[in-house]
């Protein structure tokens, strides 16, 4: 690996080598120096010769270009000559958020990263964190509920304090980032360009001298700039629940940084080049079920928040878990397709152990053979025949669907399980 270099070469912001979070400043430092001091309105973001890119660094560039797009500033990206790396520049959406004159939305669908989403409403958070959520259910087996519900709170209220506290122009970016599906770990990150946390704070808090006490007010209990907008549980919680899962949490915010590592602990500090807004990097480890029970604890009260499962799935009426295979998924075709529906299902009737998990086939006219086998198939030969015929009902499955939803569990009783 050749060695990481960030420089400014005139209108042109280079990246060389690997961009990892250490790094942040250096490009917080070209984007100052082309812009405010040598007065360029179009900036040339250059990756080609970068090799490697973390989502932390690139999410917060994404909210700074994000800004200055406001602003009136326009950019270019050359992206990387790396095959690989290049494609996650477009799939994981920072292609299009550094230059979205030329690249596209991305399209990925798949279920090892969420792409970058930008948010700027209470409307458009609620559609990102139930992507997110969703993604993690059918990312992660054997997940608890209560620790999907932990996160889903992080990531909501993580998100909302953007809406609310950082008067950004522009809104938030939020990104599920890493899902290591062996370790049951989760890293999201969300960046925004605004005021930032030590200002925000001192609007409630003038007796805070430094940025990085001011980090430090932030991580805990109940300490929020105006206690009627919010009750400034959301770092704290997050902090508690990255640090109790033995995890790990960052923050950045004008000079102040403040990281959360295993073994070494909480560490606070100071940058010499600010970062204008926020960006939090929260991993979540889930190896060990209903650890973060006692995590969301507030006011010495356990808190338990209202869960997706509960809002999207559950019948309370009818005490029914309802399961829409149309509402899932775009694609009917593949086996790829239908791996995270069976880990949704397979949480879901793990998550809601006295409730029948109704798997309605309504409005899908066909499906593979494969898709058919790694939905139906293999959640068969998880729960086996009497669990399974206790547990989970079919319903609206046309003829021919049916036929492929038999054979394949006939090819699961005939063969044995396999991955």
């Known amino acids: 690996m050749s060695e990481s ?12 080598g690997s961009f990892r979070l250490s790094q942040l400043q250096r490009s917080l430092a070209g984007l100052h120096q082309a812009i405010r001091e040598a007065g360029y309105v179009d900036v040339v973001l250059d990756f080609s010769d970068c090799e490697t890119a973390y989502p932390p660094p690139m999410l917060a560039v994404c909210a700074q270009v994000a800004k200055l797009h406001y602003e009136g500033i326009d950019f270019s990206l050359v ?33 090892t990263l969420v792409p970058a989403t930008l948010y700027s409403s209470p409307e458009d958070q609620y559609k990102a964190v139930n992507r997110i959520v969703n993604a ?17 709170w992080a990531v909501n209220e993580l998100t909302d304090n953007v809406l609310v506290h ?41 007796e805070l001298t430094s940025d990085s ?12 700039r105006d206690k009627d907008l919010g009750q400034g549980n959301g770092l704290f919680g997050t902090y508690q629940i990255c640090s109790r899962s033995k995890g790990s949490f960052q923050v950045e915010s004008g000079y102040g940084k403040l990281s959360f590592y295993e073994p070494a602990g909480l560490k606070i500090g100071l940058e010499a080049v600010p970062f204008e807004g926020t960006l939090v990097v929260a991993a ?76 309605d086939f309504t409005d899908v006219a066909l499906v593979s053979s494969s898709f058919a086998d790694e939905l139906i198939g ?14 989970f009902k079919l319903v609206g499955v046309s003829t021919t669907v049916q036929q492929l939803i038999d054979r394949a569990i006939s090819q699961r009783l005939a063969n044995g399980p396999s991955k």
């Open 166 to 206: 950082s008067q950004s122009p522009v809104g938030g970016l939020v990104q599920v980032s890493t899902f290591q599906r062996d370790k049951k770990r989760v890293e999201f990150i969300v960046a925004d360009a605004g005021i930032g946390i030590p200002n925000s704070l001192r609007l409630g808090h003038p």
């Open 213 to 224: 006490e001011a980090l430090d007010k932030a991580i805990r209990e109940g300490v929020t």
């Open 136 to 152: 993690i259910l059918g990312a992660i087996p054997n997940i608890a509920r209560k620790d999907l519900a932990a996160l889903e």
């Open 378 to 391: 293999k959640l068969f030969a998880e729960f086996g025949p009497m669990e399974f015929m206790t547990r």
């Open 79 to 111: 992206l990387p000559k790396n095959d690989k790396l290049q494609k996650l520049f477009r799939n994981a959406n920072w292609a299009y958020f550094l230059d979205p004159r030329k690249y596209e939305p991305s399209t990925f669908r798949g279920y």
């Open 5 to 16: 270099r960030i420089f400014r070469k005139n209108d042109r912001i280079v990246f060389q």
């Open 284 to 359: 979540i480890d889930f190896s060990i079920p209903d650890l973060l029970r006692e995590a969301l604890k507030f006011n010495g009260r356990v808190t338990e928040p209202f869960d997706y499962v509960e809002s999207h799935y559950e019948d309370t009426e009818s005490r029914r878990v309802i399961f829409r295979v149309a509402d899932e998924t775009n694609s009917f075709g593949s086996r790829v397709a239908g791996r995270p529906l069976k880990n949704r299902l397979s949480n879901l009737a793990r998550m809601c152990p006295t409730q029948e998990v109704i798997i």
